[in-house]
């Protein structure tokens, strides 16, 4: 299981995995991906992204918040990610990653997101993985 979708009662929750943290992290991006588009994004376009958080959660918040500002802002929507690199420098978690997409406006969108909450938001560390939750408005 890549990421699953679970019950909630007006927006949309989802737990992602991954062995890493950052195959966790990209596992998120995709479920939220799903949330606003069903298509098989084409990846015709590259972008980059850098973000900072004081912890785990913090630095998915600020993912997913970043991802969403490029669907929002530049109609870019990814389909793959690519080098995503989480370490940790002076006390604070930095996520730099490639994003591959394609222009928002060429895919049928299903669900708008409104924005990314901390309600029920977690980042976990088992034995063998990784495993996050995220609520998102829509």
Same mark, same amino acid.
């Given at each position: 299981?890549? %990421?699953?979708?679970?019950?909630?009662?007006?927006?949309?929750? %989802?737990?992602?995995?991954?062995? !890493?943290? &950052? /195959?966790? $992290? &990209?596992?998120?991006? %995709?479920?939220?991906?799903? #949330? #606003?588009?069903? /298509?098989?994004?084409?990846?015709? =376009? @590259?972008?980059?992204?850098? *973000?900072?958080?004081?912890?785990? /959660?913090?630095?998915?918040?600020?993912?997913? &918040?970043?991802?969403? $500002? %490029?669907?929002?802002?530049?109609?870019? #929507?990814?389909?793959?990610?690519?080098? =995503? @690199? =989480?370490?940790?420098?002076?006390?604070?978690?930095?996520? !730099?990653?490639?994003?591959?997409?394609?222009?928002?406006?060429?895919?049928?969108?299903?669900?708008?997101?409104?924005? =990314?909450?901390?309600?029920?938001? $977690?980042?976990?560390?088992?034995?063998? !993985?990784? @495993?996050?939750? *995220? *609520?998102?408005?829509?």
């Amino acid at each position: 299981m890549k %990421f699953k979708f679970l019950a909630h009662t007006a927006d949309v929750k %989802f737990q992602a995995r991954g062995e !890493s943290v &950052e /195959e966790c $992290f &990209e596992n998120a991006a %995709f479920a939220l991906v799903k #949330i #606003i588009c069903k /298509e098989k994004v084409k990846t015709v =376009i @590259k972008k980059g992204i850098k *973000v900072k958080g004081k912890d785990l /959660e913090e630095l998915l918040y600020n993912f997913l &918040e970043e991802f969403l $500002f %490029f669907i929002d802002s530049k109609n870019f #929507i990814p389909g793959r990610f690519k080098k =995503i @690199k =989480i370490y940790k420098k002076n006390e604070e978690y930095n996520l !730099s990653a490639e994003l591959l997409g394609d222009n928002l406006k060429n895919y049928k969108t299903h669900t708008g997101v409104k924005a =990314i909450t901390y309600n029920e938001m $977690f980042v976990l560390k088992d034995k063998k !993985s990784y @495993k996050c939750q *995220v *609520v998102v408005d829509v």
